[in-house]
């Protein structure tokens, strides 16, 4: 088994700020994700690393820069804050893709963001 | 692009009687789709996965897909209170296995 961190928990920003979230995988995984999820919504892919040196931007990735540290860390930085946002930001790792094209993804608790 | 409905938003069930919850999609080219259940307390965990059309049972937990009627279903047999979570359905890309669509949820609550 392994355990996802994201830090912080709980994050307060003002309009305009970069603001950077962390997120820690001990699974060994190659491959890690950051999504957004606003409530009551389904979560949407920001960014994604399919191995340390790689960068793939998803469907969501304006806004965001994200940086692979090394295999276990994957940061996201919100580039430019925007007031009265509220979202949760949930990491993901998993596998490298094989034969059968599926590996399953393993989540952290997330980061609630508020923007004032 | 492949656009993914859950349905209904929400639903109670009794304890006991068989929970079921849709999800449609718009691209029938994917080739994994999961469901998922979000606690606010426990994080997002992974139920059932299937491949192929037919039926995935994981314990309580059976996955139904019908890729021609681009329309995959979760049923909890016996459900308990502490079923009560949202429900989220997953679909890949057609282009990308690494990229998931998601759906917006079926918020289930099982009462006792």
């Known amino acids: 088994g392994g355990i996802i961190t994201q830090t912080p928990k709980f994050l307060i920003g003002q309009e305009g700020q970069k603001l950077t979230l962390k997120c820690q995988q001990n699974?060994?995984?190659?491959?890690m994700y950051w999504y957004r999820q606003d409530s009551g919504k389904g979560l949407r892919l920001i960014y994604y690393s399919i191995t340390e040196n790689d960068l793939q931007k998803g469907d969501l990735s304006e806004g965001y820069d994200a940086s692979r540290e090394k295999k276990s860390s994957f940061s996201l930085t919100v580039t430019s804050a925007q007031k009265n946002e509220m979202a949760v930001f949930l990491c993901?790792?998993?596998?490298?893709?094989?034969?059968?094209?599926?590996?399953?993804?393993?989540f952290g608790p997330g980061t609630r963001l508020t923007v004032l | 692009q492949q656009k993914v409905q859950q349905s209904p938003e929400s639903l109670t069930v009794s304890e006991g009687a068989m929970a079921s919850l849709n999800c449609t999609f718009s691209d029938g080219t994917s080739n994994n789709f999961r469901w998922y259940r979000q606690h606010s307390a426990k994080g997002l965990e992974v139920l059932v996965s299937i491949f192929s059309d037919g039926e995935k049972e994981e314990g309580r937990f059976t996955a139904h897909l019908n890729r021609a009627n681009l329309h995959v279903s979760l049923h909890i047999r016996e459900p308990q209170p502490s079923d009560s979570a949202v429900y989220l359905c997953?679909?890949?890309?057609?282009?990308?296995?690494?990229?998931?669509?998601w759906g917006s949820g079926t918020k289930l609550i099982i009462k006792p």
């Open positions: 993901a790792s998993s596998l490298r893709l094989g034969g059968n094209n599926y590996a399953e993804q393993f």
């Open positions: 997953a679909v890949s890309r057609g282009d990308s296995n690494y990229q998931l669509i």
């Open positions: 699974f060994n995984h190659d491959t």
